[in-house]
């Protein structure tokens, strides 16, 4: 079996009780936070070893890093020993990210909860945490041995967790598969739309692990996205991933439109799609005047230049764009 293959299930238990016989794994540790805790692990029985974090964004830290690292040692985790990422993006990430770095690395499973986990932050082997309140600062492209994903965990998510994963579907849709967006726009059944979402990313994924070319597609929304996600670290008001790229999104679409990639139309289709699908309003004045200076940070960069992946229509984009800071506050400020 390959590493990173996407299990699809409405057993869960069965299902890792399955995938644990066919590794000989004996030795299983949960890593989950405060909700999944509560709402999600009792689907697999009693008498776990479990490592419990607090819920969000801020959470994602060295401290809690180290704290992981700890109870990991408390079990006697070991070489033979299976983690299992039983959480969203942040239980997946800080997860994820402990167990390759554990003594250099021992396998890890993610069993995604969320909307968001199950398209987007489970698959592909990005982990890591924030450092200095800037998103993903470290981290490691580290395979879990399997995904597996059960619709079942969407029933006990708010409505902002499914317009935050709603958000980053129709990323992948808007960037990579038009088919997609044209069957969110049609209202599918989201099992159905979960699947060729989840097989979309973890196609570009596959054939570009390390991030040098096609999956930097998947970074669309998410160069101003990050930075307002990091701006709302730092005043300590953070944003659901989702919704922070989501509105990365609708940014980055009028630049794309300033620099003649997209049509005036198809900007319109975009913006007026993800704002009635996540509610979002554009960014405020002094959004952009926080935002602006992490912009200069984002680790895509290159050779001081801003990076983008844009939109050239929908359904298919392009890599490794530079735009000027002049343009980008152009586009911001919808001149």
């Known amino acids: 079996m390959l590493k990173g293959q996407i299990f699809y299930t409405e057993h869960v238990k069965n299902e890792l009780t399955d995938f644990c016989s066919r590794h000989h794994k004996k030795h299983i540790v949960f890593i989950c936070d ?11 029985g009693g008498d776990l070893q479990t490592i419990v974090i607090p819920a969000g964004e801020l959470s994602k830290n060295l401290e809690t890093y180290g704290y992981i690292i700890k109870k990991l040692i408390y079990f006697k985790a070991n070489k033979s020993t299976l983690v299992v990422n039983l959480g969203g993006g942040v239980v997946t990430d800080i997860g994820g990210f402990a167990a390759s770095t554990y003594m250099r690395g021992i396998d890890f499973i993610n069993i995604p909860t969320t909307l968001l986990g199950m398209i987007d932050a489970a698959i592909g082997g990005k982990t890591g945490i924030d450092f200095l309140l800037n998103k993903n600062y470290l981290g490691t492209f580290a395979l879990p041995e399997a995904i597996i994903i ?5 029933k006990t998510l708010p409505t902002e967790e499914l317009k935050s994963g709603g958000a980053e579907m129709i990323k992948i849709g808007i960037i990579a598969n038009q ?11 989201l099992e159905q739309l979960i699947k060729i979402c989840s097989e979309t990313k973890h196609a570009i994924t596959s054939h570009d692990l390390y991030d040098k070319g096609e999956r930097q597609l998947l970074n669309f929304g ?3 996205g990050h930075a307002y996600e990091s701006y709302r670290l730092n005043i300590e008001q953070p944003i659901m991933h989702g919704l922070a790229i989501a509105k990365g999104m609708m940014a980055e679409t009028r630049i794309a439109f300033f620099m003649e ?5 198809e900007m319109n289709i975009i913006i007026n799609h993800i704002a009635l699908h996540t509610e979002q309003t554009e960014l405020s004045a002094e959004d952009i005047e926080a935002i602006e200076p992490l912009l200069l940070m984002d680790k895509k960069n290159e050779q001081h230049k801003i990076i983008f992946s844009l939109p050239i229509g929908i359904g298919a984009g392009r890599t490794k764009v530079q735009v000027a800071f002049a343009d980008i506050q152009k586009s911001l400020f919808h001149a």
């Open 179 to 189: 088919t997609l967006f044209q069957k969110i726009e049609a209202s599918e059944p």
């Open 150 to 154: 059960d619709t079942v965990f969407l």
């Open 34 to 44: 405060v909700h999944t805790e509560k709402y999600c692990l009792p689907l697999f």
């Open 222 to 224: 998410h160069t101003i």
């Open 261 to 265: 990639l997209i049509n005036e139309d």
